[in-house]
């Protein structure tokens, strides 16, 4: 194919690409406004496949993406805190997170938690209680997830994905104590993305030994050792820790404060 080709070719492709988008952008702005007619008072479950387009869900999500990133772009600096709701308040694991989002928030961070209760309480009570920043992006669910009283500003998502997402881009660093399903799926979120180059690199700091030593243990063993799924670098990807002062010289000397 001489040059002359290939430039026409291109010029077709690029042409197609635009028509394409110009017909997306109608076909969204369309369901946009016909969503926001059509906004039921009660928020039916999304199904896995829907038989249709859902307008309304459709207008939905794009208003909680919308609001999610007006929310973080205010923030220059933070830290995003993940851990087990379920932790009391006399728990040494609480402790430790209150303890580090105070150090932190005296440094500038804002903390950012998912706005409910343990970890995320513990994250956001010490930012509060020094007066920093202490966001909470909650989720709302059928058994309600109330906020806890330490928040400067929040959110309540109806969509676990759009949460995830402002997660995600909230912050320059992610602390993760121990926790359950919801905390193991945005570790491995975080990690994946910081593995396939989707999002920067940033410090994913794993606070408690006890607790993330034996998943390292698996990862390395079985995802590294026996299964060849990962790279030996990709354990380097986060870093664990088993106290506050470990954590807080991570952030700050990973982060430029």
């Known amino acids: 194919m001489n040059e002359h080709s290939t430039s026409a070719t291109q010029s077709s492709d690029l042409l197609s690409r635009d028509v394409s988008i110009n017909k997306t952008a109608e076909r969204l702005a369309k369901v946009v406004h016909e969503g926001q007619r059509t906004m039921p008072e009660e928020h039916p479950l999304l199904v896995c496949k829907p038989q249709k387009i859902e307008s309304w869900r459709v207008f939905k999500i794009m208003s909680e993406f919308i609001e999610g990133f ?19 308040i006399d728990d040494e694991t609480y402790k430790n997170a209150r303890e580090l989002a105070q150090r932190l928030a ?23 209680e020094v007066g920093g920043a ?3 992006l909650n989720i709302n669910l ?15 998502f ?21 926790g359950g399903f919801g905390t193991l799926d945005e570790f491995f ?24 030593e034996p998943l390292h ?6 995802l590294y050792k026996s299964r060849g799924a990962i790279d030996e670098k990709d354990m380097t990807l986060y870093t664990i820790v088993d106290s506050v002062d470990e954590a807080y010289e991570q952030v700050t000397a990973n982060v430029s404060c």
């Open 189 to 212: 979120e975080i990690v994946t993305l910081v593995q396939t180059k989707k999002i920067r690199k940033v410090p994913i700091i794993l606070f408690g030994k006890a607790y993330w």
């Open 106 to 128: 005296k440094k500038g961070f804002a903390v950012v938690t998912g706005g409910s209760s343990g970890i995320m309480q513990a994250g956001n009570q010490g930012a509060f």
């Open 158 to 178: 109806d969509h676990f994905f759009v949460r995830k997402v402002m997660l995600t881009y909230a912050s320059e660093v992610y602390v993760y104590f121990p």
């Open 142 to 156: 059928p058994q309600a997830q109330h906020y806890n009283p330490y928040l400067t500003e929040k959110f309540g």
């Open 134 to 136: 202490s966001v909470g």
């Open 70 to 88: 007006d929310i973080i772009r205010r923030y220059g600096l933070a830290v995003t805190f993940f851990g087990s709701a379920r932790v009391s």
């Open 217 to 222: 243990a698996f990862i390395e063993q079985t």
